[in-house]
Each structure stands twice: as C-alpha cells, then as structure tokens.
C-alpha cells in the first residue's frame, strides 16, 4: 500500500521545526515540511499561495497548516487535487477574526506595528520584563523563521486584510479554547482541544500524534 503524503505549513514567520515532535504511523504517512519564502512586492496571497502549491509533488494528499499557515493552505487548496484540508489554530474567514484585527483592518492600524524589532530577537530578550515574556521571546528565538521586516508587513497585512468570506467546506479546523491569538469565541464548527493555545502544535503535540492518523482517515 502506498504511503498517504502529509504536507505541513507552519505559522506565520515559523521555522519548519514546529512539527519536530509530530509523529504519524510512517507505515502509512509521508510528512513533507513546506517553508515560508520571500512574497514579491505587494503579491497577493492568492499569488503566493499559487508559488508555494507548486512546491507539492503529489495529488490525493493531505494539506495541514498552522495560524497564518492555516489561512494559506485554504489558498493552496484551489490549486491542487487534496484529499484532506487541515487547519491547526486558525480561521476559516475572515468572519472569524477577533475584533481587534478587524479594527486594525478598517483603521490600517496593522500598518504601525514595530515588526523590524523582531528581526533583533536577541535584544528583545535582554530588555524584556518577568520570566513568562522572556520564555516566549526565547520560544519565538528558537522558532522564529523569516525575520525580514518585509515579509512580517506583507504576513501580517494578509491575515488582517484575507478577503475570504465563504468557507471552503472541505476544511477541518482543529483549535484549542484558550487559544489568545484567534479566540474561540469568534469561531464555529471545530475540534476542541481543551486547554488548547495557539502554540499547542508545539506544547499539545501527543495530542496531534493520537488523534491526527484517526482524522486524516475518516
């Protein structure tokens, strides 16, 4: 029997090495890691999603993204033949962002956020106040990808700006209920991982290892 190929996207800015801990039965799963690159100037997500299907060298495969990397694969999913659509701590629209990102939409406040500090992470850590901001900031250190000032604009424009308003049905979203980043709240028809953050791929992963052979089969 052949292998079923597993593709992984990870959150915006993060290094493939999100997924180091997930392990899927490699009797009947093949994972393959896709990585962020370089978006061209002003490139919508729906050329980029384009640039980074082309990176896929199978069909009936199974497409998972991460947050940001969530948001992306549902673009992907248009350009490929996918036999499961996955996402992981995200949204299915734009519907479903949390209010704050809305208000940043209409306001173009998205626009004045310091994403060249953490192109420093480093000294973020050195001026950062009480243990629990400096373990996240050395989190973001060990995971942090692409650093550049321009991709973190272009990301960050493209989640708080998506234009999709209609769900693609074929997504199954799985999302944690004390995810801070997109807040269950503002979020219907999922799989709960109780006590779930929005890091729970790296924190939660025995749950992903016991639970994402079962899904991806159904």
Known sequence: MSKIPVYFMPGLAASTSIFERINLPKDTFEIHLLEWFMPEKEESIRSYAQRMAEKVNHENFVLIGVSFGGILVQEMASFLTIRKLIIISSIK?????????????????????????????????????????????????????????????????????????????????IHGDADEVFPVKNIKGFIKVK?????????????????LPKIILE
């Open 93 to 173: 629209s734009n519907k479903e962002l949390p209010r704050r990102m809305k208000l940043a939409r209409n306001t173009k406040a998205y626009k004045l956020l310091p994403t060249g500090l953490l192109q420093d992470v480093e000294k973020l850590v050195k001026y950062a106040f009480g243990d629990i901001m400096k373990q996240r900031l050395k989190l973001y250190e060990q995971f942090l990808f692409m650093r550049n000032k321009e991709y973190l604009d272009w990301a960050i424009e493209q989640v708080v700006c998506w234009e999709r308003v209609i769900i693609d049905p074929r997504v199954i979203h």
């Open 195 to 211: 006590g779930g953050t929005h890091i729970m791929i790296l924190n939660r992963f025995r749950w992903f290892n016991d639970h």
